[in-house]
């Protein structure tokens, strides 16, 4: 009897060790199918990229009735997508922002180079669409890889932690995905992104107050400028120039207008889209000082630099939209918040600034799908 | 995208529905085999190990499956508003490839002014709760 319990005990010691055991292995076992979902998950996205990438390639060359090497297309079109751009080095960082740009520009020209050569015939807006799209896949490609880079690591050497961590940023990773992928059917169409509410505010600003006799000039590459009487003042309209997907070469514009043409600017204002936190709802508006200029901050720097030279003062709108929204088509409170950031815009000339002055406005964004 | 986001989520469910009546099926069969050996032989082997292991796979199961069913797939559609600069008449319709916000589209059908593409826009019909 006593020899029973003994055995039976033992055996409940074991079958609980055992399950704690599996558990953990369970554990394992579900963080790795968790990582492995996600993974297909992004490279399906990325096939999906590539393939509509190329789509849209044969697309525009069906309309232009150019004939097209499809295995040198599709080549190509891999090399663009592999492409890296190398950031100039930082330990000196004196005078790298003119660096970082003039590698850009030579990154921007040369995909526009390389998609002209694909197809010749292709106008202007196709081909900063195909750009776009590139650089979407390439965004894509560049993420799956890295994932699958820490997913194998991890597993190779058997490191949990690692899995942890990656699992943790899964989340993340995710949205920008989702945001990537949604951009696609933007960028196919040519219809404008949430990323397009500073663009479009500019001109719908230019169209309410311009009127018909309405002078606009390409002052920079990609950016145009429209002179708008508004409540007796002149406000400079900036924006990327329309409705092919570029942002603009905003600082430049800026630069010509203060420096070069001298210019007597009283104040400028950016309105730019910015990323909102979970909680907030999106469209909500944000108002604040200094340059609302995302990306890697070339332009932002410029216009600071400038506009502290010549004590401008600096304001911004903000509209806030998730990473998702800022890619994707326009959504419908985005484009009910542009009217809304109008009338603040409004607000702020009329408070901030004298009759007779002049007040610069810069819609900042992408400004694909929006005309002028 | 939400045409492939429903299929996986069916796919789960189905899976994982699947899963869930197996293991349910196991235990009851089990249980059944327990109550008859012990009718026979009066001793019943202890099989309440394997019953717990197989019911917290049964409950992981269906905790997948009310996951999935929560999911709500958002029902996008695009919006494209066409609105005469004259008399202020605003049609709405689906946007079509290349079109453009203020790009001129025709006459009105009203007062013959210019009609222009107000704005294009995407809206959601139902909300999503997504993961
Ligand atoms: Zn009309």
């Not at chain 1, 998950?41 to 999906?48: A, N, T």
């Not at chain 1, 018909?212 to 590459?221: G, R, T, V």
């Not at chain 1, 203060?258 to 108002?287: H, N, Q, S, W, Y």
Request: proline share 3%.
């Amino acid at each position: 009897m006593n020899g029973n319990i003994a055995t039976d005990f033992i055996m409940w010691f074991l079958f609980l060790a055992f399950f704690a055991y599996i558990m953990r292995e369970l554990e394992i076992w579900r963080i790795i199918r968790d990582i492995e979902r996600y993974i297909s998950l992004y490279k399906s996205i990325r096939d999906k990229a590539l393939v509509v990438t190329l789509n849209t390639f044969k697309e525009v060359a069906a309309k232009t009735k150019s004939r097209l090497d499809l295995k040198m297309l599709e080549e190509r079109v891999m090399g663009l997508v592999e492409s890296v751009l190398i950031e100039p080095v930082s330990m000196d960082p004196f005078g790298i922002v003119g660096k970082l740009k003039h590698i850009v520009l030579t990154g921007d020209r040369t995909a526009t180079q390389e998609v002209k050569r694909l197809i010749p015939e292709a106008s202007e807006t196709d081909v900063e669409n195909l750009k776009n799209l590139i650089a979407a896949s390439r965004s894509l490609n560049i993420i799956y890889k890295s994932v699958d880079h820490v997913y194998r690591l991890g597993r190779k050497f058997k490191s949990i932690w690692l899995l942890y961590q990656l699992q943790a940023l899964l989340p993340f990773v995710t949205e920008a995905m989702r945001a990537l992928e949604s951009s696609l059917e933007a960028f196919t169409n040519g219809f404008p992104v949430g990323d397009g509410a500073g663009p479009l505010l500019a001109a719908r600003f230019i169209k309410k107050f311009g009127g018909n006799e309405l002078k606009i000039e390409e002052i920079a590459e990609e950016t145009i400028m429209a002179e708008v009487p508004f409540k007796n003042r002149k406000v400079l309209v900036i924006k990327a120039k329309g409705p092919s997907g570029v942002t603009g070469r905003l600082d430049d514009a800026f630069e010509e207008i203060v420096v070069k043409r001298k210019i007597p600017v009283k104040m400028v204002i950016t309105v730019d889209a910015a990323l909102k936190f979970e909680g907030e709802k999106t469209g909500t508006i944000a108002e604040g000082v200094g340059v609302a200029i995302g990306g890697l901050g070339i332009e932002k720097f410029n216009i600071e630099k400038t506009a502290a030279r010549e004590k401008i003062p600096l304001y911004a709108v903000l509209i806030k939209m998730s990473e998702i929204d800022a890619l994707s088509v326009m959504s419908r409170e985005v484009c009910e918040a542009i009217n809304v950031a109008l009338k603040n815009v409004e607000r702020i000339i009329e408070e901030r600034s004298q009759e007779n002055d002049i007040v610069v406005l810069i819609g900042v964004g992408n400004t694909i799908g929006i005309s002028p | 995208m939400s045409e492939e986001l429903r299929k996986r989520r069916f796919q789960a469910i189905v899976f994982h529905t699947f899963i869930l009546v197996l293991s349910i099926i196991v235990v009851i069969i089990l249980t059944l085999l327990n109550l008859r050996l012990g009718e026979d032989t009066g001793e019943a082997p202890n099989l309440m190990p394997f019953q717990i292991f197989i019911l917290i796979i049964a409950f992981y199961s269906a905790m997948e499956v009310w996951r999935y069913y929560k999911i709500r797939i958002p029902e996008m559609s695009l919006v494209e508003v066409l609105k005469c600069n004259k008399c202020g008449y605003v049609e709405k319709r689906r946007p079509q490839k290349g079109d453009f916000v203020f790009k001129k589209v025709g006459e009105c059908p009203k007062c013959g002014g210019v009609i222009f593409i107000e704005s294009i826009y995407k809206e959601v019909k139902a909300r999503k709760s997504e993961r």
